[in-house]
Structure formats: C-alpha cells, structure tokens
C-alpha cells in the first residue's frame, strides 16, 4: 500500500468505532504523523478514551493506559529503581510511560507535580530518573483527556504542559442517527476490542517520515508566521504564540496535507488547523471584554480569537 491508503486505511479503522467523527480521527491521525502529542478536552462519555484506543489499536504497537488520580505519583508513570538482593546493585523497573502510545486519562485530576513528570517524555523522548536517562520506544505518543475545569477534584495543566501537545481538539456529542447505533451495539463487545491492526511501526516510521517531505511554499511560510506574530499583537491576548507553536502548526500543517492525500500545503490546511494548534497556546487578556467566564467558556473564546486572527490575516495568492 502507498501512504494515502495507509493512512485511508487508519482512518477508515477507527470510524468503525467512532461514527460520524471524521474531523476528529483526521487530526488525531495528523498528530501521530507530525510525531505530535494529543489532548482532548470535552465532558464525560463522549468518546474520548475509545478515540485513543482505537487509534492504538489500529496500530501494531505496545499501548499503556494510566488513570490519573489525585493520590498518583511520579514514579507510578515513570518507574522506579528497586534494590536487588542478589545482585547487589539497583534495577529501573519501567512504568507505564514506556509505550509506543500512552493514553493519559483524565489527565487533569492527578497534581501538577504528577503532571509535570511527562514533560521531559513528551519534549525529549526520555525519561530520567536517579540519574540515569532511559530511550522512549519510537514512535512515541501522549493523547491525554481531560475532562472541563469545573467539574471536582480536577487541576488546571499548567503552560508549559499544554505547550507539549500538538493540538487540542473536542469530540463534541454524535448526532441522532450515530447515537442510535452506538446504543444497538452497547450489550456487544465493545467495538474498539475488535479491532486489528493495519500497519506496523515501520510503516508509522515511514508515514512520519513522509511528512517532512511535504511541500510547504516560502509563501505560505510567511503567512504561517503573519498569523503567530498577529497573535502576539492582538490587544485580546495577554500572551500570543511562541516559536514552538510555530514550529507545531508548521508540522501539523504537512501532516495534515499528507492525511488528505498531498505532497504539498494549501493555505486552507493552516486555516483549518490554527485553532487546534494554537488556541491552547495563548493566554488572554482578563481584562478584555468577553473573555471573563468558565474555563470552557475561555477556551471556546481562545479558539474564537485565532479563528478571527486567521481570517484577518491576507492569504497569499
């Protein structure tokens, strides 16, 4: 099979299990192939834990769940080292963060200190523990879930670690007719167990590969980086897009071109993946006007500001 079908056939896996999400399973897949992490951010029940484990399961690699909790440790992601009787020295025992993909769930109800321990995996591939650095299998993946800020027991990620994800997307509800054949099947097997692999770890490899040999015109470059510096400008942002989201929606836009088929970016595939990719990068300025609310409400505000930051940007001819 040739890339396209590769990735048709990714895609065309998981809709047997997530109806009527196609966007959605379009940019999941775009953040594995731009080597990128991903968070999803929605309320209970909507799919998002079965989104990560189809993508996994359609792959033929290793896949780790990690519940967060509040009372969760760094080691309890990491590992640990445990001291050998009869071999007199200690042994790294690997925690679960040793996977091809790691799905972080409910991300947010564990402590910053417990969600800082991903930083290092998730920038560097890595992990380091008693002074000793351990390699990530390739290709490695966060796709963290968090549930909306308002509900109990949950912690807001700090910058830095949103600033590790590709995107942020939503799954949103399915409609009616998607709904009632998700209830037809609920007393069978659940869907995503079902599931086979379609490609293997060397065919990821090579996908991936294929991204950075996507065509991205000096044009679009200079629009690209119009866009972050507008963000930077805007009187509704405390804090505009740094040069690593610039770097991610430079990535995710050639990903995004490979999924759909082609060698080459258009200005829409920027267009179309700003909001996923920048929205959680920025802060807001407080004191601007509709921008007080939830922390839902904030982050729809946060899409809304780049949305109208991108149309307001010329898009090359």
């Known amino acids: 099979m040739d890339a396209v079908t590769k990735i048709q056939a990714i895609q065309a896996n998981i809709e047997r299990v997530i109806k009527g999400k196609s966007q959605v ?14 968070l999803i951010e929605d309320v209970p029940g909507v799919g998002k834990t079965t989104l990560a484990h189809s993508l996994a399961r359609s792959l033929d690699c290793s896949f780790r769940r990690i519940q967060f909790t509040s009372d969760l440790l760094p080691s309890d992601i990491l590992g640990v080292s445990i001291f050998h009787q009869q071999k007199q020295l200690f042994e790294f025992r690997h925690g679960p963060i040793f996977a091809h993909i790691v799905l972080a769930d409910e991300i947010n109800r564990t402590t910053p200190k417990t969600q800082s321990s991903l ?18 299998p390739q290709p490695f993946m966060v796709i963290a879930t968090q549930n909306p800020m308002e509900y109990h027991g949950t912690f807001p990620l700090p910058e830095s670690q949103l600033d590790r ?24 097997p659940h869907p995503a167990e079902e599931l086979e692999p379609i490609v293997t770890l060397d065919e ?67 267009k179309y993946l700003a909001p996923a990719v ?7 300025n407080m004191s601007s006007a509709g921008t007080v609310g939830s922390a ?16 307001s940007v010329q898009v090359p001819l």
Not at 165 to 188: C, T, V
Not at 215 to 229: C, N, Q
Request: charged share 25%.
């Open 25 to 38: 399973i379009e940019l999941a897949v775009a953040s594995l192939l731009a080597r990128g992490h991903l």
């Open 119 to 136: 930083l290092e995996a998730m920038n560097d591939a890595q992990v380091s523990v008693d002074s000793q650095t351990y390699p990530l």
């Open 165 to 188: 994800f590709l995107m942020r997307i939503r799954i949103g509800y399915p409609d009616a007719a998607n709904e009632k054949n998700i209830l037809d099947r609920q007393w069978l």
């Open 204 to 270: 990821v490899r090579e996908l991936q590969n294929g991204v950075e040999k996507v065509r991205l015109d000096d044009s679009l470059m200079d629009y690209l980086l119009t866009i972050v510096a507008a963000t930077r400008q805007s009187p509704l942002l405390a804090l505009g897009v740094s040069t690593r989201g610039a770097m991610a929606l430079h990535k995710a836009t050639k990903a995004l071109a490979l999924v759909r088929g082609r060698e080459y970016c258009l200005p829409d595939d920027i």
């Open 278 to 284: 920048l929205s959680h990068r920025v802060i807001l």
């Open 296 to 311: 839902e409400r904030r982050s729809e505000d946060a899409e809304r500001i780049i949305q109208d930051i991108v149309e």
